[in-house]
């Protein structure tokens, strides 16, 4: 099984700040890496797929980044409503979800 | 756009079962994958298994090898997720979500097993 290891596990930012998640895979996976966001209450919602590709509907200011073992998410100046749990998730094998950020607005 | 809606909440007993069904709307639904991802509170996403009904082979995580299986009926756009044996840490949502990567999710259904 291809274990995700996410960091960090929290994070408090304040509105307008750049925010970097990284997501590290136990082996190469090369670009079959996927990012969703989770708010309360809600089901996952897709960011971005293969590593870097864009989804329609998601705001520009997430991006992504990385190939083999490391990926990066980032969101360029954070919003209000982007306060939630940020999932990497691998589809190379037997898929897996990485463990969660959770982004707090200071 | 595919819609998936999934069957109501499930109070269950220690040592029960369990099915949850996800009806598809929209799409071609034999050709894309539909996998089943839980979620115990408080916790995060944990992937279960999937099928892709056209080929009516499902692949499940080792995880809940033999305690789960995963169907679907493309006479009714359907897939189902049984899990077997509960116990009190199968106490979750459980979502069912369609494509690779899952692009399109139900609405979860909540299993809670208690005695």
């Known amino acids: 099984e291809i274990v995700l290891t996410q960091s960090p596990d929290f994070q408090s930012v304040t509105p307008k700040e750049k925010v970097t998640i990284t997501c590290r895979a136990s082996q190469s996976i090369g670009s079959s890496l996927h990012w969703y966001q989770q708010k309360p209450d809600q089901s996952p919602k897709l960011l971005i797929k293969?590593?870097?590709q864009s989804i329609s509907g998601v705001p520009s200011r997430f991006s992504g980044s990385g190939s083999g073992t490391d990926f990066t998410l980032t969101i360029n100046s954070l919003e209000a409503e982007d306060a939630a749990t940020y999932y990497c998730?691998?589809?190379?094998?037997?898929?897996?979800f990485g463990g969660g950020t959770k982004v707090e607005i200071k | 756009q595919v819609q998936l809606v999934q069957s109501g909440a499930e109070v269950k007993k220690p040592g029960s079962s369990v099915k949850v069904s996800c009806k598809a709307s929209g799409g071609t639904f034999s050709s894309y994958a539909i996998s089943w991802v839980r979620q115990a509170p408080g916790q995060g996403l944990e992937w279960m298994g999937r099928?892709?009904?056209?080929?009516?082979?499902?692949n499940y995580a080792q995880k809940f090898q033999g305690r789960v299986t995963i169907t679907a009926d493309k006479s009714t756009s359907t897939a189902y997720m049984e899990l077997s044996s509960l116990r009190s840490e199968d106490t979750a949502v459980y979502y069912c979500a369609s494509h690779t990567p899952p692009d399109y999710w139900g609405q979860g259904t909540l299993v809670t097993v208690s005695s």
């Open positions: 293969y590593a870097s």
């Open positions: 998730h691998q589809s190379s094998s037997l898929p897996t």
């Open positions: 099928i892709i009904p056209i080929l009516g082979i499902a």
